[in-house]
């Protein structure tokens, strides 16, 4: 045996020995490429876009790639690749001999094809060449490799080597694929993971950890051995490593979920610098906070999934056949099953591999097996009944949904339920009323399912989220918070006879109370009075297209249109006391070298001659809004965050169509809407407080943890207390609206004062009436 490697070694030092001499020869026959590409390199780099407190949200072109000098590349990722592809890339000089003998007597003698390429040929190969095996393009590689080591350092190839290679999943260089496969940068990973991302340049297409997870950590052992007998790790850490579990990242995948606005990001910067944007590695920084950003699309999810669960389980996504048995080939056609369908954080995707009554056994996409059992299978009962309908059915093969409802017991594993992907979608938007940057924005469920942008681009009816505007007009029609307003039966002229949502009323009530309770009726008298050209005009004040309100008393009922963005711009402009401050969600753009192509203006000054409405009526507003989230339809809003500084006003259109809540923190707006996209009602028993109050809070209430209270102030100029309630100071002794009746019309509060006028007025009411006040909230 010993002479027969002898005899191999010499054969492959002399083809070596005359591949040398006749090279030059060979190669001038050929039309050989340029080095220039290399020598002058200049990476394709993707568009990025990332969170205002730099966080990345997504990539955008190609190929994913973040360039990485030499210096900051791990020396033991460097290690793991130059052991495993080239462990004498320090010696040679652009080629191995005896690789390069093997690669030839496989040529010459029609054996089975050798790669043993070096770092410098696989460079070469994979910039300037085709793939194809042939003698001539080997032949082309080695003289190439031989003319770029003249040209460069070896620590120079080396660094583009690392930066350029294609590794799987779209994924270029190590940098781009130590974050998609693992969710980390260079500097974090273990020596587990370091060999793992070695392994992959030899087959990146079926052996990268998505692909084949099997495949790849066979190729992890192959490079942590070639290590130990290269001697850069030693016994202990190879046997370390081979024992660390990985956790590889679910493609598509990210930590901040916003691909609403990565989308916007994208359209805007291609519209500026055309196509080549996807390589030519611009940055946009957003005006997103990454935490805000999270805890939005969390509240988004939660809400969604809790909504759904109130209405039924509506059966598996699809049906894959399985194999008898339970073994490893159970295993691998299950996960084969799984591979087309689109897994998810936390609506994963299963396969049911044993069903009954009282459990279910399912494996994920990752190959991880979860049990639902009781509490988790509860919603889906119908399906694992004997004589479920098809449909139905809950059956090994069934591809299904599950979510983690948090710890077992034992504070290690999960527990698990049964779910589905939703039907209803739902936006999020938050903004900071005084800059107008957007914090948060989620503008659907899920961008993959459904790329419209809920919050830009989804005109809805805003419904009873539209009154506090109107109640803005209002106050400039001398209809002040203790204005009394019939809550009695209406109908118009033209024989339309609105309801409360709860089809009972109050009799004559505040403004303040109206507002509180979002009565219908109350709502249609203080439009009837303000006028609908008026109040559409008002709107418009605050950011709403008055084209798009109906001029007819349906306005006091939000049946006109907005987006979720104009609705929070809206409410904005009362929190920070007047101004309307235009939305702002790309702050910069910069080129690969960090050169500033674009930047937001900083935002306007708050001046007095850039009002949009008086101080004193957004004041007397917030202390309106500020009522509804105290004792109102949004009581809940203030109960559940525990603290007083919250204002907002829930909407649901007729039938319950459209779901709102709107509503604001001193140093925050937020909007949250839910909704089909087909329009169709979300149930009965549903509402703006019930579904999108809840989202609200949910995201606020990390939004403002750790902020002051921020109690409403001493009251500006030009608002008086008056009578038990606010008034603006000019009619302190008379002059404001006392009462809105069908019956009396307008009365205007008289030298009697407010208190004295307000109780005359109230009792003349009440006659009217003909009954007492019914004390019951008229709706939402």
């Known amino acids: 045996m010993l002479q027969n490697r002898s005899r191999r070694a010499a054969l492959a030092l002399a083809l070596s020995a005359a591949l040398a001499a006749a090279l030059p020869a060979t190669v001038s026959a050929f039309d050989m490429p340029s080095l220039d590409r290399i020598v002058h390199y200049q990476p394709k780099l993707p568009l990025q876009v990332f969170t205002a407190d730099g966080e990345e949200i997504a990539q955008f072109g190609a190929e994913r790639r973040e360039y990485v000098p030499l210096a900051r590349i791990p020396l033991q990722l460097q290690q793991a690749l130059l052991a495993v592809e080239d462990a004498r890339f320090r010696e040679h000089s652009g080629v191995d001999p005896k690789g390069m003998a093997r690669a030839l007597v496989a040529v010459i003698t029609g054996g089975r094809k050798q790669g043993a390429s070096t770092i410098t040929q696989q460079l070469v190969r994979t910039m300037l060449l085709t793939r194809e095996f042939s003698a001539e393009r080997k032949a082309k590689e080695i003289w190439l490799a031989l003319k770029l080591e003249n040209e460069l350092s070896k620590d120079r190839i080396l660094e583009i080597y690392l930066n350029e290679i294609f590794l799987g999943q779209r994924a270029y260089g190590f940098a781009a694929a130590a974050k998609t496969y693992f969710g980390k940068p260079l500097d974090q990973l273990t020596l587990a993971e370091n060999a793992m991302l070695a392994g992959l340049p030899q087959n990146p297409y079926y052996a990268n950890p998505v692909a084949n997870f099997q495949r790849a950590t066979q190729r992890q052992r192959v490079v942590l051995e070639r290590m130990r007998e290269t001697g850069v790790i030693t016994e202990q850490q190879l046997a370390a490593a081979r024992a660390e579990k990985l956790v590889i990242r679910t493609p598509g995948l990210r930590s901040v979920h916003a691909a609403h606005v990565a989308e916007m990001a994208r359209r805007a910067v291609v519209e500026r610098f055309g196509t080549e944007a996807y390589s030519s590695g611009l940055r946009v920084t957003t005006s997103l906070v990454a935490a805000?950003?999270?805890?939005?699309?969390?509240?988004?999810?939660?809400?969604?999934?809790?909504?759904?669960?109130?209405?039924?389980?509506?059966?598996?996504?699809?049906?894959?056949?399985?194999?008898?048995?339970?073994?490893?080939?159970?295993?691998?056609a299950a996960a084969e099953a799984l591979k087309d369908h689109r897994d998810d954080e936390t609506l994963r995707v299963g396969i049911v591999l044993d069903a009954n009554p009282k459990a279910v056994q399912v494996q994920l996409a990752t190959g991880e097996r979860v049990t639902l059992q009781g509490e988790g299978l509860r919603w889906a009962q119908r399906g694992l009944d004997p004589k479920a309908k098809a449909p139905l059915k809950l059956a090994r093969g069934a591809i299904v949904r599950v979510v983690s409802t948090g710890k077992a017991k034992d504070r290690k594993t999960d527990v698990w339920a049964i779910s589905q992907w939703p039907e209803v979608e739902a936006a999020l938007v938050a903004m900071d009323p005084q800059s107008g940057r957007i914090r948060a924005l989620v503008g659907g469920f899920d961008f993959t399912n459904q790329p419209f942008n809920h919050v830009t681009q989804g005109w809805r009816q805003p419904g009873s989220a539209i009154k506090p505007l109107l109640y803005s007009a209002a106050l400039e029609s001398r209809v002040m918070p203790g204005t009394l307003v019939d809550d009695l039966p209406f109908t118009a002229a033209n024989g339309w006879s609105p309801t409360n949502s709860n089809h009972q009323t109050l009799g004559p009530i505040t403004v303040r109370h109206a507002l509180a309770v979002s009565s219908n009726?109350?709502?249609?008298?203080?439009?009837?009075?303000?006028?609908?050209?008026?109040?559409?005009?008002?709107?418009?004040?605050?950011?709403?297209?008055?084209?798009?309100?109906?001029?007819?008393?349906?306005?006091?009922?939000?049946?006109?249109?907005?987006?979720?963005?104009?609705?929070?711009?809206?409410?904005?402009?009362?929190?920070?006391?007047?101004?309307?401050?235009?939305?702002?969600?790309?702050?910069?753009?910069?080129?690969?070298?960090?050169?500033?192509?674009?930047?937001?203006?900083?935002?306007?000054?708050?001046?007095?001659?850039?009002?949009?409405?008086?101080?004193?009526?957004?004041?007397?507003?917030?202390?309106?809004?500020?009522?509804?989230?105290?004792?109102?339809?949004?009581?809940?809003?203030?109960?559940?965050?525990?603290?007083?500084?919250?204002?907002?006003?829930?909407?649901?259109?007729?039938?319950?169509?459209?779901?709102?809540?709107?509503?604001?923190?001193?140093?925050?707006?937020?909007?949250?809407?839910?909704?089909?996209?087909?329009?169709?009602?979300?149930?009965?028993?549903?509402?703006?407080?019930?579904?999108?109050?809840?989202?609200?809070?949910?995201?606020?209430?990390?939004?403002?943890?750790?902020?002051?209270?921020?109690?409403?102030?001493?009251?500006?100029?030009g608002v008086v207390a008056s009578g038990g309630d606010l008034v603006y100071s000019e009619w302190r002794d008379g002059g404001w609206v006392s009462a809105i009746s069908d019956t009396a019309g307008v009365q205007y509060q008289t030298s009697f004062g407010a208190g004295v006028g307000r109780v005359f007025d109230a009792i003349g009411d009440w006659l009217r009436s003909g009954r007492p006040a019914t004390p019951q909230p008229p709706g939402q």
């Open 292 to 332: 805000d950003q999270r805890a939005a699309h969390a509240a988004v999810q939660r809400g969604v999934l809790a909504f759904e669960r109130r209405g039924a389980w509506r059966g598996p996504e699809d049906t894959e056949s399985l194999p008898a048995g339970t073994g490893a080939e159970l295993e691998r």
């Open 521 to 717: 009726l109350a709502s249609i008298r203080v439009l009837q009075h303000v006028g609908t050209p008026t109040a559409r005009d008002w709107l418009g004040r605050f950011g709403l297209d008055p084209a798009r309100q109906p001029d007819d008393l349906t306005l006091a009922l939000g049946t006109g249109s907005a987006t979720p963005i104009q609705m929070v711009q809206a409410y904005a402009t009362l929190a920070n006391g007047g101004w309307r401050v235009p939305p702002v969600v790309i702050e910069k753009i910069t080129d690969a070298q960090g050169k500033v192509l674009f930047e937001a203006p900083p935002a306007a000054p708050l001046t007095e001659d850039t009002r949009a409405i008086p101080a004193r009526n957004a004041y007397v507003m917030s202390s309106l809004l500020n009522e509804v989230t105290r004792s109102g339809t949004a009581a809940r809003a203030q109960a559940l965050l525990k603290r007083p500084d919250i204002y907002g006003k829930t909407g649901t259109t007729n039938e319950a169509v459209d779901a709102w809540f709107v509503g604001f923190q001193p140093s925050l707006a937020t909007a949250v809407w839910v909704g089909y996209d087909k329009p169709r009602s979300l149930g009965g028993a549903e509402s703006g407080g019930r579904i999108a109050l809840p989202i609200w809070t949910d995201y606020m209430g990390v939004a403002l943890k750790g902020k002051p209270v921020q109690p409403l102030p001493e009251p500006p100029e």
